[in-house]
């Protein structure tokens, strides 16, 4: 189903000139991006600078209003209509609310798009859940219910889910929102475990700092719909662009 | 300058002219979507065998919500319409009673009763899941995981409302006539017997009123769910854009049993006049 010459270390991402507007207000405003394979890059910025919806838009759920954005060379709109049995890598998202079904036990969640789309036998369908809840500590959790969950333990198997179908592409939005420190620097732990030992490319969004210096190979700071500063995790905290200056200013950082 | 032509261009004209015409094509474009929403789904039951577990989890939810109600209401409804018809005929002749109730039930009653209770326990349950499944970001990640949110979650509904309305059509006939009947049997102002009652039905009671009856409330199944999809799909806002989906599914629910109610008695009285046996 999927080539593993094609996605070795993830899947590249092109982010090109995109515009994105709702009721004649531009969220972005032509956003330029790379994103090599294997990064983990961490978009940082204000609530309400346009962060979600830049990474609603790379995985196809929504359209730019102009500009492009190519996963691996691939169009993203030529990706999404692909059957999934066509196509040559795989992305997930992890989405601030968590989004998992609430009708759903914890492992029909984690194994949903695996029984559906009939990827695998029933049997390894449930090593699969096992394998995946073991790598976010949430063994034993199978048969409970998502309202059963607490908060962090929601976002867990949330990643578990994104684990579940071996994504070479995770976007995480706002992992660690509504979190309190310590279950966010576990989520935190999650996502650099997951990129040592698996190798996707992970876009994480945030506005947490402590996070972003943890996890991020790359940061960009998306400003009023513009990145604005892009450079490696370490290099961001030093940054001397006066945008970022003011930023960490502001998060008291500096 | 520019500012005030991007203001003119942003703001909503005001006036009862504009308020009207928003709302026309409010009403358009929910009827676009229900319409588009209905092709989408019919086409999807062809994939039905794979989602039969869905489908049975839908119909034995609708049983278990509307079983205990639909019989109390049918049962009672049976029962009124005896006492009110027999106060009426009593100068006359109540041997009628039989074919009234039994004809009022499977032709009308029935149905749009029953269309009524589905449309308010399960349509409303259909429309606020789906609803909160769209602002809580579970459809968006049904879509990243390439799961298409109408087969899996419109057509299963569809095909279990569609089924199962007709079903509780019949078991509401049978429920209204039994209670006409329990009426006609313990009250002391009623001058006939249960077995004239049941003769007189038996009489004037068609086969096609039964499958009219059906025909309605498998046209009432298809337009609850599609409704209640429809409004749970373009849920926006929260809890309170959930309450107001809800609502509105309801509502439009019953204002389209009673159209497409209209629509088919003109249709069955041109094909089916009515004459007794």
Known sequence: ??????????????????????????????????????????????????????????????????????????????????????????????????????????????????????????????????????????EGTEGKMPSELSGGMRKRAAIARALAVDSDL????????????????????????????????????????????????????????????????????????????????????? | MAEAMESARTTPPRGAAAAVGRAALDLLQILGECARLFAATVWHCRSAPRHLGKILTQLT??????????????????????????DQLANYTQEVLGSLVGLAMTKELGPVIMGFIVAGKSGSAIAAEIGSMKVNDEIAALRTMDIEPIPFLAMPRFLATTLALPTLVLYSDVIGIAGGALV???????????????????????????????VKGLVFGMLVSIIAC????????????????????????????????FIIVRVAFLLFPATPK
């Open chain 1, 1 to 138: 189903m999927k080539s593993a010459a094609n996605t070795r270390g993830g899947v590249s991402i092109e982010v090109r000139d995109v515009w994105k507007s709702y009721d004649g207000h531009a969220v972005l405003r032509g956003v330029r991006l790379d994103v090599a394979k294997g990064d983990t890059l961490v978009i940082i910025g204000g609530s309400g600078e346009g962060k979600s919806v830049l990474i609603r838009q790379i995985i196809g759920l929504e359209h730019p209003d102009r500009g492009e954005i190519r996963l691996n060379d691939l169009a993203v709109e030529e990706y999404r209509r692909l059957p999934i049995e066509e196509k040559p890598f795989r992305v997930s998202m992890v989405f601030q609310s968590s989004a998992l079904l609430n009708s759903l036990t914890v492992a029909e969640n984690v194994s949903l798009a695996l029984r559906e789309h009939r990827m695998a036998a029933r049997d390894e369908i449930r090593r699969t859940v096992r394998d995946c809840l073991a790598q976010v500590d949430l």
């Open chain 2, 184 to 214: 006609v049997a313990f009250d002391p102002t009623i001058s006939i017997t249960v077995s004239q009652f049941l003769d007189n039905l038996r009489e004037w009671l068609n086969f096609t009123d039964i499958v009219v009856g059906l």
């Open chain 1, 170 to 254: 995770i976007l995480y939005d706002e992992p660690t929102a509504e979190l309190d420190p310590l279950l966010t620097e576990e989520v935190g732990a999650l996502i650099r475990r997951i990129q040592e030992r698996r190798h996707p490319t992970q876009v994480v969004v945030t506005h947490n700092l402590p996070l972003a210096g943890e996890i991020a190979d790359h940061i960009a700071l998306l400003r009023r719909g513009e990145i604005v500063d892009y450079c490696t995790g370490r290099e961001f905290f030093h940054s001397q662009h006066p945008q970022t200056r003011e930023f960490l200013r502001a998060a008291r950082v500096v």
């Open chain 2, 61 to 86: 939810r609708i049983g278990t919500e509307t079983f205990a109600i639909a019989g109390l209401v049918s049962l009672f409804v049976g029962m009124v319409m005896v006492v009110q018809a027999a």
């Open chain 2, 230 to 261: 429809a409004f749970g799909l373009r849920t926006t806002g929260g809890s309170e854009g959930v309450a107001r989906s809800t609502t509105s599914a309801v509502v439009w629910s019953f204002v389209s049993i009673i159209i497409a109610d």
